[in-house]
């Protein structure tokens, strides 16, 4: 699964091969990914992300379209940030978004920007019924975004490392007003 570019913020996120996976979680990426990616998304900060995702991939070949994938924006020379989902739909065709923005391009309406072209990218996909985000109640800019774009307070779960987290659904099924890349709501 490739997404297109969030028209409004010329976003787009940039699917990975197994091999720059297995080596972005070892620690071993080529001058040239860690050149494009950047020290942050291609360095130790989202190491651990890597790590899990090349782990997943291995017993899960088929989320490798569907996991976090590097954010580029067309004005920036390294990755922003990423952005994908866990896994891909599961049999009751529910993806969970999952986007991580580097600290030195917050504030910019990024994780805004990611988390439209996630639901935009599911709700295209035939698979998917429900659109899933889980965020601490810690953290207000996640919880205003997700309200933002239409999700529904569905209950908690406790993650065993982040603790307990809001879990909110959203139905592939009602389009977003004005099409791929709106926002829902106000």
Do not use: C
Request: glycine fraction near 10%; aromatic fraction near 4%; avoid cysteine.
């Amino acid at each position: 699964m490739t997404s297109s570019p969030s028209p409004a913020s010329g976003l787009r996120a940039v699917p990975l091969t197994t091999s720059e996976l297995d080596a972005l979680a070892a620690g071993t990426a080529s001058d040239e990914v860690r050149r494009r990616l950047g020290p942050y998304v291609g360095g130790e900060p989202l190491r651990w992300l890597w790590e899990i995702r090349a782990a997943q991939v291995r017993e899960r070949p088929q989320d490798l379209p569907w996991i976090a994938r590097p954010l580029h924006r067309d004005d920036a020379t390294v990755a922003v940030g990423a952005a994908g989902f866990h896994t891909a739909p599961d049999d009751e065709g529910a993806v969970e978004i999952s986007y991580e923005i580097d600290p030195a391009f917050r504030g910019r309406g990024l994780a805004t920007a990611a988390a439209e072209m996630l639901v935009a990218e599911a709700i295209a996909s035939p698979e998917v019924r429900t659109v899933v985000a889980s965020v601490s109640p810690t953290n207000a800019a996640s919880l205003r975004i997700v309200r933002r774009l239409g999700f529904v307070k569905v209950g908690e779960v406790e993650d065993p490392e982040d603790g307990i987290e809001e879990v909110f659904h959203l139905s592939a099924s009602a389009p977003l007003p004005g099409g791929p890349g709106a926002v829902r709501g106000s």
